[in-house]
């Protein structure tokens, strides 16, 4: 089993920042590639950001240019920049890892979840 822990959500005033961190521990052989998406109240789950373990990046259309993802391969962990937030930008926040295990099987996980809020 794999466990997927995010930390740095709170409430920040329109045209702020905020980081956002998500470390990975447990089974791992390998982390392939890991993202950050969220879901706002009554809305489907929306995908923003990928990075790849070499390091390649991939963003939503509302959040390019505003948000930043990276990791650090050797703690296991995902970050979210968060530039330039808006209202609409409220949601609870997810990070999302894809696994290889020591089985060499491979996983998809998404963690609990934080909550940014996000005022006007």
């Known amino acids: 089993q794999v466990q997927l822990v995010e930390s740095g959500g709170g409430l920040v005033q329109a045209g702020g920042s905020m980081r956002l961190s998500c470390a990975a521990s447990g089974s791992i052989f390998r982390i392939n590639a890991m993202g950050w998406g969220r879901q706002a109240p009554g809305k489907q789950r929306e995908l923003l950001a990928t990075i790849t373990s070499g390091g390649s990046t991939n963003y939503a259309d509302s959040v390019k240019g505003r948000f930043t993802i990276s990791r650090d391969n050797a703690k296991n962990t995902v970050y979210l920049q968060m530039n330039s937030l808006k209202p609409e930008d409220t949601a609870v926040y997810y990070c999302?890892?894809?696994?290889?295990?020591?089985?060499?099987?491979?996983?998809?996980?998404w963690g609990q979840g934080t909550q940014v809020a996000v005022s006007s």
């Open positions: 999302n890892a894809d696994v290889t295990h020591v089985s060499r099987s491979t996983t998809s996980y």
